[in-house]
């Protein structure tokens, strides 16, 4: 959600907190500002809107060697100038950043208005905190921070300085993403590392309930007892540059065109010579799997839809019985979850907190955690079983595309390995279907070598607002993340249905100029497919339709027909969710939106 950072050192803090914000940006706000300690005042800047906003009212003499920064998304309270961060008390003494939320804030508020006499200028739950560590503050910001710390209950990444104590910054962390970066006479925090990438490679990822105190020449962490913490520094070794756009107009465009090389890495990082698939950091046996009897596969967003191909997958290699949900809807249904569960966990960030959430619940009834990441160290990383990286780099723009494809992927490899360690793969169709899955990179470069026909589709459809997508099968799944990804970047309210759902009711909505974009890949549903299109188009709509190469009899009945190539119908969900990943690209640029960065939108959820 909010991005966070704060330097302490021995240069002038200001530029450090601008471009730290800047690389922020991706993950979606609405207001930023900046506090920094100059002569022992705390001197504070925030502007609603566009960092450069922030910018045009900064005084540019302004000099400190310590401050912190915010790019905020609204959660309680309206954007706005006086709700942006940071906060600080009445005398302007604290100053905090502050992302997640406190839901006790009320409470505290109460309290601090009513008995302590405190006013309030903003409508943020973020404001208590300021003035709760005031009241705590007797000249030691870390006691301090932990008394207050004691009194809140939520989820929280805290950055804090003092007006007494210019050469110090603290931070707290609670089920929301902090690093620190570790510099020469000089120090960082943030909440994602491509916003300390530029000044140093060498972070601390910080725990759950774990409290930092920064100076210039030491970090130190302590845990909720105020015991010391020893931390391995961790290095990290991507290019900054994959986190540039290289020539393309959007991230989004580039991260679409990088779906060869992730999911390439992806797949050959996990075999061996023998086309052996080697999953490091999966400690499953066949002893193991013995006792499984069920699979829950728990998401959000993008990451939920690529659970529901995993579900197939996984039921059709490894002929386990799966279950795929919402992990906001699991945490609270009393799931039939113990032992003999297996729970796969799936988030690009590895933060999204419904999700990071609903894997304590699945470990607190016993289940073992198998967790799909696409950042290293991240809390679900950290707090599962087993894991099983995915290789996307990088993604800065805000809707999800390469961590999907990678996703996909994953999931392929762990369902033949899973197949093969329980015994229902034959070793003649896991060579079958691995052959096909290392051909998937150069097939995706094929997909997007035709890119300009969705481009030209797009211009001639990107002001219809009544669109919606449907498939069979897989290409049903595929039909919720072509919708999603269109109303994520376009503001296009469509919507994704399983074709034979038609009749059902939701063919009451089509008339002239409906646009459908229809998914027609699998081949035992193929003739079904056709016969959903041809009742669309009795109706009046336009159908855009994608299907693998060999199908072009239905160029007789769809308007428009884009062809993947020819794969099984188990893996032809990576290659057919790309055109239309570019489709809801082209839409939205041709709309003049924002693409990287959608309005309301946050690239990691770490609040409910």
């Known amino acids: 959600m909010c991005g966070i950072v704060g330097y302490v050192g021995t240069n002038n803090a200001v530029p450090y907190l601008l471009e730290g914000l800047s690389k922020l940006e991706y993950r979606g706000y609405d207001s930023a500002g900046i506090a920094v300690n100059v002569n022992q005042q705390l001197q504070i800047f925030k502007a609603k809107g566009r960092l450069k906003n922030l910018e045009t009212i900064l005084d540019t003499s302004l000099s400190s060697v310590v401050g912190i920064g915010h790019t905020r ?48 200028k903003s409508e943020t739950d973020s404001e208590v905190i300021a003035h709760l560590i005031d009241y705590y503050y007797e000249g030691d910001l870390l006691d301090a921070v932990y008394k207050a710390v004691d009194r809140m209950e939520g989820a929280y990444a805290i950055g804090v300085i003092a007006k007494d104590e210019p050469n110090r910054l603290v931070a707290v962390r609670k089920d929301s993403p902090l690093i620190v970066g570790l510099g020469e006479n000089e120090n960082f925090i943030a909440s994602d590392i491509p916003a300390l990438l530029k000044y140093t490679r060498n972070m601390l990822l910080i725990e759950n309930d774990e409290f930092v105190d920064l100076t210039k020449d030491e970090v130190k962490i302590y845990n909720s007892l105020k015991q010391p913490v020893k931390r391995d520094i961790y290095e990290v070794t991507w290019d900054i540059d994959s986190a540039e756009k290289e020539g393309f107009e959007h991230f989004t465009l580039k991260e679409i065109f990088e779906q060869p090389k992730g999911v390439k890495e992806t797949i ?60 906001s809807e699991f945490r609270y249904r009393d799931p039939f979850v113990d032992e003999h569960t297996l729970f796969i966990a799936v988030s690009q960030s590895g933060e999204t907190l419904d999700t990071l959430q609903s894997l304590r619940e699945a470990k607190r009834k016993g289940a073992r955690v198998l967790s799909i990441v696409n950042v290293v160290g991240s809390s679900v990383a950290r707090e599962s079983d087993d894991l099983l990286y995915t290789w996307a780099g990088p993604e800065i723009g805000v809707a999800s595309t390469k961590a999907y494809t990678t996703q996909l992927t994953a999931f ?34 094929r997909v997007l070598a035709k890119s300009p026909e969705i481009q030209k589709l797009a211009a001639s459809q990107f002001n219809n607002e009544k669109v919606f997508f449907m498939g069979r099968g897989i290409d049903c799944d595929l039909a919720y993340e072509g919708s999603l990804k269109l109303k994520e ?120």
Request: proline share 3%.
């Open 268 to 327: 050959l990082r996990r075999l061996n010579a023998k086309d052996e698939i080697v999953l490091e950091g999966v400690h499953l046996t066949k002893e193991i799997l013995e006792g499984i009897n069920k699979v829950y596969i728990v998401a959000c967003g993008t990451a939920y839809h690529a659970g529901l191909v995993g579900r197939r997958a996984i039921e059709q290699f490894a002929k386990i019985p799966v279950e795929c949900d919402v992990a």
């Open 412 to 445: 392929y490899l762990l369902a033949l390995f899973m197949g093969q360690l329980n015994g229902k793969l034959s070793d003649a169709r896991y060579h079958e279907v691995i052959k096909e899955l290392k051909l998937m990179p150069e097939k995706i470069e």
């Open 489 to 608: 970047i376009s503001y296009i309210n469509s919507f994704a249905i399983a074709a034979g759902e038609l009749k059902h009711g939701t063919i009451a909505l089509i008339e002239d100029d409906t646009f459908i974009v229809a998914l027609a890949s699998q081949s035992n549903l193929y003739d079904k497919m056709v016969s959903n299109i041809k009742e669309v188009k009795a109706r009046g709509a336009h159908v855009f339709a994608i299907a693998k190469e060999g199908s072009e009899q239905l160029e007789k009945t769809a308007d428009e027909v884009f062809y993947v190539p020819n794969t099984m119908d188990e893996l032809v969900s990576i290659l057919a969710v790309i055109p239309t990943q570019l489709l809801a690209y082209y839409v939205s640029a041709l709309r003049g939106n924002d693409v990287d960065k959608p309005r309301n939108l946050a690239k990691s959820v770490t609040v409910e």
């Open 73 to 120: 998304w609204a959660t309680h309270g309206a954007p706005s100038d006086v709700n942006a961060h940071p906060h600080a008390n009445e005398s302007q003494t604290i100053a905090v950043i502050h992302n997640g939320i406190i839901e006790n804030y009320m409470e505290i508020k109460e309290w601090l208005t009513h008995d302590k006499h405190v006013s309030f």
